[in-house]
């Protein structure tokens, strides 16, 4: 019920930043949570960060917590991610994610098991 539509990936050198955007066609409700994953060729699909659309709490995984920013607009119906200090181990597909649960522990929102709807991902490449 719920499309996901992605943009913002690109090319960039080592320290530059771009920013993705994630619009969801449907609704969203307090219970809502998305985020970013993103994988890299001949590795497991690794989370980046998510956000709870009720509270505004975030989560991020360690390799970029210091250089990374997810926000959203609810009016919107639409999820950022802010990539600062972009390095070329960043290099991978980025996949946005939702869905609505009625309990979500923190270890949900870092694992792409508990996400039931995926956009079609976005190439971001870092040259060094």
């Known amino acids: 019920q719920v499309q996901l539509v992605e943009s913002g990936g690109g090319a960039v050198q080592a320290g530059g930043s771009l920013r993705l955007s994630c619009v969801a066609s449907?609704?969203?409700?307090?219970?809502?949570?998305m985020g970013w994953f993103r994988q890299a060729p001949g590795k497991e699909r690794e989370f980046v960060a998510a956000?709870?659309?009720?509270?505004?709490?975030?989560f991020y995984g360690d390799s970029v917590k210091d250089r990374f920013t997810i926000s959203r607009d609810n009016a919107k119906n639409t999820v950022y991610l802010q990539m600062n200090s972009l390095k070329p181990e960043d290099t991978a597909v980025y996949y946005c994610?939702?869905?609505?649960?009625?309990?979500?522990?923190?270890?949900?929102?870092?694992?792409?098991?508990?996400?039931?709807?995926w956009g079609q991902g976005t190439q971001v490449t870092v040259s060094s």
């Open positions: 449907g609704r969203t409700f307090s219970s809502t949570a």
């Open positions: 994610a939702a869905d609505q649960k009625s309990r979500w522990f923190d270890y949900m929102m870092t694992m792409r098991n508990y996400y039931a709807y």
């Open positions: 956000i709870r659309w009720s509270s505004d709490s975030t």
